[in-house]
């Protein structure tokens, strides 16, 4: 195959080569006839097939976030999904999907925490290898990304990484590791820089990285793309292993023929093209796209059933003191359904990994469903949490129009806008100025509040007055930083005593977002006359008092968890802590469900009776948590991260890059390995969740004969074989948890006290045992020896860990490493 890709480059002139390694467009890539390579389409995808620009507004499935999906411990449950995402692939003409995220959890703070899948490399690189293989296998390409050192959204664009060597082998690269080994088509190269300590430069220009390390270490043979807009040189990019440029038409290598020019030049060798071009071709044999579209049909399960099921499979159950949940639903005519996410919940993170679905089952419509005739359902607020004022209602704003001229002032064209957050296109390069004006139509009595977000220089009316002016001219880090989607601008009360329309004028610069085009951006929010947060709160405490179960929805929203920023606070927003002790406090059957994709600080924890974790959900998740609360499924999550008790608790918060450099000084203990360490208790610790029935590990064993050190390595997996008892009423399913404990003589590097190394989701029945075998490989045995550029095993005794969490350990096995 490869000789014969080699020909058909050959036959390509330089130029046509050179064209092929940029995109056609953002989501579509060049065909080339005389290659016979038929275009290939990509597609945002960690949460949903996206698609592209001409059907990405069409219906997507709104998947649970990866987070969500990572909760179940369960590669079988991950390759389900890649399958789901291959259907919705294939329903979308997509070839290649940008997922998954093998970034860590380095900090809870994270703001694309719900993206990624765990603070710990095995777990994550386990799960992401379950997800190339079954994406892959039904012929669509998986993507892993964001190759590497991308754990964090401050300054994403320019800061530099500084791991040493042994903290990138051990924990950051073991992910992207995994998914190579699963036979990853694609990856990602990441916005960021890394200093390795031996080359310091961006990802897209780190040649020791891109081809050094993966491509001949790591033998990866398929395309490194650019995340979009991250390529940003010509020759050193080309020179370093980056194969593809995204988005296209424009970037680095094309416009200008810069990369033409430079291999005219000498200094790219026309060798380094040939080599990105048979990648390309590769690629396209593998997702069916050379010579003729033989890309196979994908069966694909129903998305109500399997996102229903997906869902509720993620959700952990953090505390049920008296078996509050499930709800016995016999003995129950009155439920209060309250807060913030109980009325909006928020179902799926902010920034590139957003889909558009056409509908989203709510919290209220999903337990309206499942509880039985005549139970009577109150749902309530209990305050808005949010900083921002909700979109204006199109049904109040009339004469919304969009006028653009030119830098003489003449009018050159305008668009109407059929949504009050106008987010315009605007391909005429004579366009410099935009001016946006809206009448809102107010009758409602009482005082309104009226905000107007914009993006880039601005002026803003309303009424006639200027409320604000000025700000920067706008540029693509609007669209990186997510500054976009929520736009700060100017707030203003309006008193209505009768009917009057107020009216709105926004005069905007037409921002140029380099890679993702020009545009105006700007919002029209409205807040009518209504309760305060107190008033919204004392309801609440009434529902629940006539209530016979409260359950209260918290959480985040998409002002919070977000592409584009990390979060200086893990408090739940608004006064939602003070909501739940309150009604908690009216109602001694209260349980709390947390809907969000990221750890917040839950001081009440341990004083209410039952706390659910359920994500985001996707579009079925208002099913998926109605199932779980009504028992008719199990919640069979376990925490992929640590929850922390407090701020002064987390390991690592501060996620702000220093003069330009995030240093990654913690080395090895991330996450529950630096609680070990530090002695710290969190308040629910790394692979905790309880469940409907009870467990008990009854046994462990060393099974079979152990392997010996050979060259420094063991030269074969440990086994473990646990026996597991279902000991409860009811069936369902536990996660076995295996971690190694390093020889505690001293020598050797600093190590955590114990690293996971094997994990199993296992099904078994009321009353029923069954032995559960894990293998240990040896590389959850070694460490990274930089002085030898090596992977080594210390001598020593070792002992396997078993257990139900990070701290619940039930056994420990020893062996001796010689």
């Excluded at 491509?215 to 650019?226: Q, T, W, Y």
Aim: proline share 7%; charged share 25%; aromatic share 6%.
């Amino acid at each position: 195959m490869t000789s014969d890709l080699h020909a058909r480059v050959t036959r390509l002139p330089l130029e046509d080569r050179v064209r092929l390694l940029t995109g056609r467009t953002g989501w579509v890539l060049h065909g080339s006839p005389e290659a016979g390579l038929l275009p290939i389409t990509v597609s945002d995808g960690p949460a949903g097939v996206r698609g592209t620009e001409a059907t990405q507004l069409e219906h997507s499935a709104s998947t649970p976030s990866p987070t969500a999906v990572a909760a179940a411990w369960d590669t079988e449950l991950m390759e389900r999904t890649g399958r789901f995402f291959a259907a919705e692939a294939r329903r979308k003409d997509v070839h290649v999907v940008l997922a998954p995220v093998l970034n860590l959890h380095r900090s809870p703070a994270g703001g694309r925490h719900f993206e990624c899948f765990s603070e710990d490399p095995v777990l994550t690189g386990e799960l992401g290898a379950a997800f190339v293989r079954a994406l892959q296998g039904e012929g669509v390409g998986a993507c892993p990304k964001h190759f590497i050192g991308n754990e964090t959204e401050q300054e994403r664009t320019s800061y530099r990484a500084r791991i040493d060597e042994r903290t990138l082998r051990e924990v950051y690269l073991p992910p992207f590791e995994a998914a190579l080994e699963a036979g990853a088509w694609t990856v990602m190269a990441a916005y960021n820089g890394v200093d390795d300590g031996v080359e310091s430069e961006s990802m897209t220009d780190h040649r020791r990285l891109l081809t050094g390390l993966l491509k001949e270490e790591l033998g990866f043979d398929g395309v490194v793309v650019s995340d979009w807009t991250a390529a940003r040189s010509t020759a050193p990019s080309a020179n370093a292993g980056l194969d593809l440029v995204m988005p296209g038409p424009s970037g680095p290598w094309a416009e200008g023929d810069a990369l033409l020019e430079a291999v005219r030049s000498g200094q790219v060798p026309e060798t380094v093209i040939d080599d990105k071009v048979v990648r390309l071709l590769r690629l396209a044999s593998r997702v069916g796209r050379l010579d003729r579209d033989t890309a196979p049909a994908v069966e694909g399960e129903d998305e109500r059933v399997v996102l229903r099921e997906i869902g509720s499979r993620g959700h952990v159950l953090l505390r049920n003191e008296g078996g509050l949940l499930p709800l016995d639903t016999r003995g129950v005519r009155r439920v209060a359904l309250i807060g913030p996410n109980a009325v909006e919940a928020y179902t799926q993170g902010g920034g590139s990994a957003h889909v558009n679905a056409k509908y989203l089952v709510s919290p209220e419509e999903g337990l309206r469903e499942a509880l039985p005739d005549g139970v009577e359902l109150t749902v309530v607020r209990g305050g808005d949490p949010r900083r921002l004022l909700p979109l204006a209602s199109r049904d109040l704003v009339t004469g919304l129009c969009l006028d653009l001229f030119d830098a003489s002032g003449a009018p050159v064209g305008a668009q109407t806008p059929d949504r009050t957050a106008v987010h315009a296109d605007v391909d005429d390069p004579r366009a410099v100025r935009a001016v946006v004006t809206a009448a809102l139509r107010l009758s409602e009595p009482g005082v309104h509040l009226v905000e107007v977000g914009v993006v880039g220089r601005h002026t803003v009316r309303v009424d006639g007055e200027v409320l604000s002016e000025g700000g920067r001219t706008a540029s693509d880090a609007e669209i990186l930083e997510s500054r976009h989607s929520h736009p700060d601008g100017p707030r203003t009360e309006v008193r209505v005593d009768g009917p009057r329309t107020v009216r709105v004028e926004v005069e905007l610069e037409v921002a140029d977002f380099g890679g993702f085009g020009r545009g105006v951006i700007t919002q029209l929010r409205h807040l009518p006359p209504g309760p305060s947060a107190e008033e919204e709160i004392a309801e609440a405490v009434r529902a629940a008092e006539e209530a016979d179960t409260a359950i209260v929805v918290v959480g985040t929203n998409d002002e919070v968890e977000s592409e584009g920023y990390d979060r200086p606070t893990l408090a739940l927003p608004g006064r939602q802590d003070e909501l739940v002790r309150r009604v908690a406090a009216a109602n001694p059957r209260t349980a709390v469900v947390v809907n969000a994709g990221a750890p917040v600080l839950l001081p009440w924890l341990d004083e209410v009776p039952a706390v659910l974790w359920s994500w985001f959900g996707g579009h079925e998740y208002g099913h998926a948590l109605a199932d779980t609360l009504t028992g008719r499924s199990e919640p069979t999550g376990r925490l992929p991260w640590t929850l922390p008790r407090d701020h002064a608790d987390v390991p690592v918060m501060d996620t702000s890059p220093h003069e330009g450099v995030l240093a990654y000084d913690e080395g090895v203990f991330v996450g529950y390995r630096a609680y070990d360490r530090d002695g710290r208790e969190p308040h629910r610790p790394f692979g905790f969740g309880l469940g409907y029935t009870d467990w008990e590990i009854s046994g462990a064993l060393l099974d079979g004969a152990l392997p010996e050190r050979v060259g420094g390595l063991l030269t074969g997996p440990v086994r473990v074989t646990a026996t597991l008892a279902n000991t409860g009423a009811r069936p369902g399913r536990h996660v076995v948890q295996v971690y190694v404990e390093p020889p505690a003589d001293g020598t050797g590097p600093a190590r955590p006290v114990r690293t996971l190394a094997a994990f199993a989701s296992v099904r078994v029945a009321s009353g029923a045992r069954t032995d559960v075998h894990l293998d240990i490989p040896p590389r959850a045995f070694a460490v990274w020896d930089p002085a030898a550029h090596s992977w080594r095993t210390p001598a020593g005794v070792y002992r396997l860990a078993v257990g139900s969490s990070s701290r619940a350990i039930a056994h420990r096995l020893s062996f001796e490493v010689c």
